[in-house]
Nanobody, 123 residues
Framework: QVQLVESGGGLVQPGGSLRLSCAAP????????MGWFRQAPGKEREGVSC????????TYTDSVKGRFTMSRGNAKNTLSMEMNMLKPEDTAVYYC????????????????WGQGTQVTVSS
């Protein structure tokens, strides 16, 4: 059982930045495909980005390309997502998740989930 813990959410003005982190004490996240997801009120959970377990290549959903950057820590036991030029439509609960399957942003392919961290973009 992989227990994931997110941190770094908060309230930020439009155009601002936040950095989300994800850790799993006792586990090496480098063994897994990792993803960031978000869920806004009344909407389905959406895949934001994912990172390969083999070469750390990344994939992003179109709405965040050029603004969000996902990466692993040097020791491969942490995950982060730098979010820049934030927009009100980025407001959601953000989750990190781990998968033993192929690189994908499909939520149903992820095996373990964190509890989520709230990101609110508002003036």
């Amino acid at each position: 059982q992989v227990q994931l813990v997110e941190s770094g959410g908060g309230l930020v003005q439009p155009g601002g930045s936040l950095r989300l982190s994800c850790a799993a004490p006792g586990f090496t996240l480098g063994y897994y495909v990792m993803g960031w997801f978000r869920q806004a009120p009344g909407k389905e959970r959406e895949g934001v980005s994912c990172i390969s377990s083999s070469d750390d290549s990344t994939t992003y959903t179109d709405s965040v390309k050029g603004r969000f950057t996902m990466s692993r820590g040097n020791a491969k036991n942490t995950l982060s997502m730098e979010m820049n030029m934030l927009k009100p439509e980025d407001t959601a609960v953000y989750y990190c998740a781990a998968s033993v399957h192929s690189l994908t942003t499909a939520p149903e392919m992820y095996d373990w989930w964190g509890q989520g961290t709230q990101v609110t973009v508002s003036s």
